[in-house]
């Protein structure tokens, strides 16, 4: 599986932005997929996670109440919102799948099976 985020960008703070995490080589369907990001000098952290039954769970609270995720089969993708974006979102966004779709995994680190390149997203006081 080739996973392929998009939809980064320069955002004003207070704004929006949808990425998108596209998928190649299977159906995306019966998979976890995560998204994840990377400030500069910061550890990766986990966002949001949508199991294959549309069930979605958060992880960083910062982004509880201003994001979603969301996955549209057909196109095989997997999307996340952000509103109301904060200079502290500035980061590079990544996803990640997991061939175990039946549950977002509840450790932190579980190693998920495929990882795309990511997408910069910074957004400007």
């Known amino acids: 599986v080739q996973l392929q985020a998009s939809g980064g960008g320069l955002v004003q703070a207070g704004g929006s932005l949808r990425l998108s995490c596209l998928a190649s080589g299977a159906a995306l369907d019966s998979y976890v997929v995560g998204w994840f990001r990377q400030a500069p000098g910061k550890e990766r952290e986990r966002l949001l996670c949508i199991d294959d039954r549309g069930r979605s769970a958060y992880y960083e609270e910062s982004l509880k109440g201003r994001s979603a995720i969301s996955r549209d089969n057909a196109k095989n993708t997997v999307y996340l919102q952000i509103h109301r974006l904060e200079p502290e979102d500035t980061a590079v966004y990544s996803c990640?799948?997991?061939?175990?779709?039946?549950?977002?995994?509840?450790?932190?680190?579980?190693?998920?099976?495929?990882w795309g390149k990511g997408t910069q997203v910074t957004v400007s006081s």
């Open positions: 990640a799948a997991d061939r175990y779709g039946a549950k977002c995994p509840e450790n932190p680190n579980y190693p998920m099976d495929y």
